[in-house]
C-alpha cells in the first residue's frame, strides 16, 4: 500500500491507503466479490470497487461500483472515483 501511495502522490494528503490482507474489514462491510464471473479470473474473492468517506471514525458515505451486471464494477466505476468523493465531502 506504501509503495501504491507515492506512486499516487498521496503523502501529505487527508488520504489514507490501507489494506485488508485476510478480508476482515472487505466481510465486515459484506463489501465480498465472489461472483463466478469475475472470480474465473482473479481467483480468490477480492474486495468490491467502492471508495469510502470517514469522519472522526464514522462512516460518512461508502459508493459501491458494482451492479447486477457489472459485478466488479469495471464499466462504470464513476460512482467510486474522487468526483464522487467530491460530491460525498461537499
Do not use: Y
Not at 11 to 40: C, N, Q
Not at 68 to 77: I, K, Q, R, V
Amino acid at each position: 500500500m506504501t509503495a501504491w501511495g507515492k506512486d499516487q502522490g498521496i503523502d501529505g494528503t487527508i488520504i489514507k491507503f490501507l489494506g485488508d490482507p485476510r478480508s476482515e474489514l472487505t466481510k465486515a462491510l459484506d463489501l465480498v466479490l465472489d461472483h463466478p464471473g469475475p472470480m474465473s479470473v482473479l481467483g480468490n474473492t477480492r474486495c468490491k470497487r467502492f471508495s469510502m468517506l470517514i469522519d472522526d471514525g464514522i462512516i460518512k458515505s461508502i459508493n459501491v461500483a458494482a451492479s447486477e451486471d457489472d459485478p466488479a464494477g469495471d464499466d462504470n466505476p464513476t460512482v467510486s472515483l474522487v468526483g464522487k468523493m467530491l460530491e460525498d465531502l461537499a
